[in-house]
């Protein structure tokens, strides 16, 4: 079955993420195109439902409609990334706010879910008023939608972000996966005719009867995908734990679930917010200014890894290339920086730095660096260009090689 036009618009939408926000799921999203299942019926278990097909369950996601719920979501990412001391986090929060701007901004905050454990409290009331908080030790960050107005607080810091929205908030509410709905809603964009879908029995999940649906690629040769399973809700069509394993077998390298939820209407105030006396607020045009500021004063002249130009708005505006069908699809970006990474010796500045984490390799495209994790991997070559995908480092290396 072809894609019609909405779904071609998602996979668009689907792909842009992928190239600007290094979120797991995201990349087995690349190429999702017709929807092929397997018909299997729900195995009898605990607790004892009515059978039902993949394709049914698959439309019970679609048609789920929850307007209003409050609970607690717990998600776990293990990207097998090197121990850095803390470098890896932070260098993401550098570079999501380009060294500038506020620590409450979403696009910088939420990054922290890419890696680790994390609690989130969430809280929904229909379109216009939604609520994440992430609970840290000592801490607490909210990202607030109510209305026309999206509030982002760091406790830590007592900073304050402020945006007003046409779009309902989802703009911000789209920049990072965050709840089982999200990143199942990434995971179901890949299933085409190179997969498997079926249910594997019943389960419960924060008291909630739920069926599980699995997801596998029916051919797992060069794909890091082992299988997705997504816990659904029984009775709402909602997605209520995701939890995605790689090929390599080990600990999920996504597990995202709730362990507690309510589908009642949340208390008004709880969608309430005012800046707490002190802080500091950045409204979000003074902070795409200051951004803008940054990226020019880093740009120094003989800089090699410049702040994106015209080629890297081409790539947002119209996506990257894709090699590859299914679970083995690879995107490929012209980074514009012709090079590639250095090695670790000569220069030990951050980029040789960088380079000595990877493993260098070489083919018809010359040289490259390919870094590797449990489930995306990203071949880094000399002449500018970036191949990145849910698929194995010779799998990168071969497409590479012949551009297919």
Known sequence: MAPNE?????LRTGRRKAARYVVPVT??????????LVPALAASGDP???KITAQQLIEKIAKSDVQQLSGTVKVSTDLGLPNLGGLESGLASGAA??????SADPTSKLTELASGTHTLRVAADGEDRQKVSLIES????????????VWGYDSKSNEVFHGTTADGGKKHRDEVP????DFADEALKSVDDTTSVKVDGTAQVAGRDAYKLVIEPKHASGTTVGAISIAVDAKTGLPLKFTLTPASGGAAVVDAGFTQVSFGKPAASTFDFTPPKGAKVTEEKDAAKE???GAERKAGPGRQFHEPGASHKDLAENGPKVLGKGWNSIAVFDTGNKGGIPSSSGKGDLSGFLGSLGDQVSGKFG???????????ALITDNGKAYVGAVTKDTLVKAANTGQ
Not at 6 to 10: C, G, I, P, R, V
């Open 6 to 10: 909405s779904e071609a618009d998602d």
């Open 27 to 36: 990349v087995v999203g690349v190429a999702a195109a017709t929807i092929g």
């Open 48 to 50: 004892n439902l009515p």
């Open 97 to 102: 706010r380009g060294g500038d701007g506020s």
């Open 138 to 149: 000592a801490a607490e960050y909210s990202l607030i939608h109510n209305g026309k107005d």
């Open 178 to 181: 965050a709840t089982p709905k």
């Open 291 to 293: 951004a803008a500021q």
């Open 367 to 377: 040289k490259g660096t390919v870094f590797s994790t449990r489930l995306v991997n």
